[in-house]
């Protein structure tokens, strides 16, 4: 079954950077959509960063020109890197797949989710 694993979150303080990587197996990496969700305490879900099976990346506009999305078909794994952190990109990060979806929005057409890592930015 398909699986994914986050890692890379921790704590750092405003101005820092972190790279969170997901790692997938269970199906064919590269042919579905994968993406980087986010969620704070109190708050709904939002998509931080989507790339499609061409390569092709989305962004939330409250990261573009400080994260980067990535994907190595060699390793079947999903970075985020994720520079100038602020405070409120503190949250639980999500990887995520899906064969069909490629939207940002909250995710909810997204079939296949990891457990999650944890990104704490003190200011």
């Known amino acids: 079954q398909v699986q994914l694993v986050e890692s890379g979150g921790g704590s750092v303080q405003s101005g820092g950077s972190l790279r969170l990587s997901c790692a997938a197996s269970?199906?064919?990496?590269?042919?579905?959509?994968m993406g980087w969700f986010r969620q704070a305490p109190g708050k709904e879900r939002e998509g931080v960063a989507v790339?499609?099976?061409?390569?092709?990346?989305t962004y939330d506009d409250s990261v573009k020109g400080r994260f980067t999305v990535s994907q190595d078909k060699a390793k079947n794994t999903l970075d985020l890197q994720m520079n100038s952190l602020k405070p409120e990109d503190t949250a639980m990060y999500y990887c995520?797949?899906?064969?069909?979806?490629?939207?940002?929005?909250?995710?909810?057409?997204?079939?296949?989710w990891g457990q999650g890592t944890q990104v704490t930015v003190s200011s």
């Open positions: 995520a797949a899906d064969p069909f979806s490629c939207a940002l929005g909250d995710g909810y057409e997204y079939n296949y």
């Open positions: 269970g199906y064919t990496y590269g042919s579905f959509c």
């Open positions: 790339i499609d099976s061409d390569g092709t990346t």
